[in-house]
């Protein structure tokens, strides 16, 4: 089975820290990125890489930054974070299926708190 | 318009009971589709993949309906363990091949 690994499941922090959410995958997936979740919201893209160095914004990638050194390990940066960026964040990898259609793997989600 | 939309229930019902969820999407290019199923403070979990001609698997039948844009998503038999969130998502190479997420709708199956 695919695994997509987040580094922590629940997490504190202040206004104003800088704050690095890890992501891991194991199945050698190109395809990468990184979502959060609200309620009445549902998921939206904050980033995705579909290589090694490479990113591309998503819909809301305002306040975030991202990283992709090794292909495994996507990273979510929050510059500074907000009290607005308490939020539920998923990773997901990705790569075609068998059938041709493409469906996504997530990790558990990390649950930032902002205060 | 959001992409995706879907009714957002909570759609209550007793075991054993036939309930169906829509979801209609506003991209006439998107091309891959799929119902994915989150349980509370869980990831979302692909449920199934849509095909045009529709397809079961199990007590679970998915529809698409092109013409209309629209998606669903039909459970027989209910049970007590169906209970969760699920999510309309659609996928579009026109974006980059990323896939797009409904807001879900909750089902509540009750004994």
């Known amino acids: 089975d695919v695994k997509v690994t987040q580094s922590s499941r629940y997490l504190v922090k202040r206004t104003g820290e800088k704050v690095f959410l890890e992501c891991v995958q194991d199945m050698d997936h190109e395809n990468m990125f990184w979502y959060r979740q609200d309620p009445g919201l549902g998921l939206r893209l904050i980033y995705f890489?579909?290589?090694?160095?490479?990113?591309e914004k998503g819909d809301i990638p305002e306040g975030y930054s991202v990283s992709r050194e090794k292909k495994e390990r996507f990273s979510l940066i929050l510059e500074s974070a907000s009290t607005n960026q308490t939020s539920m964040y998923l990773c997901a990898s990705s790569s075609p299926l068998a059938t041709g259609a493409y469906g996504y793997t997530f990790g558990s989600g990390t649950r930032l708190t902002v205060v | 318009r959001k992409e995706v939309e879907q009714d957002p229930g909570p759609f209550n019902v007793p075991e054993g009971a036939t309930v169906a969820f829509n979801c209609t999407y506003s991209?006439?290019?998107?091309?891959?589709f799929f119902w994915y199923r989150q349980d509370c403070r869980k990831e979302p979990k692909l449920l199934m993949s849509?095909?045009?001609s529709g397809n079961e698997d199990g007590r679970f039948t998915a529809q698409l309906n092109r013409a209309s844009q629209y998606i669903s998503l039909l459970i027989r038999d209910s049970k007590l363990s169906d209970s969760a969130t699920y999510l309309c998502?659609?996928?579009?190479?026109?974006?980059?091949?990323?896939?797009?997420f409904g807001a879900g709708t909750i089902l509540r199956v009750k004994s």
């Open positions: 991209n006439s290019a998107s091309q891959s």
């Open positions: 890489s579909y290589d090694v160095k490479m990113k």
């Open positions: 998502v659609v996928n579009s190479f026109q974006y980059g091949n990323k896939l797009v």
């Open positions: 849509v095909y045009s």
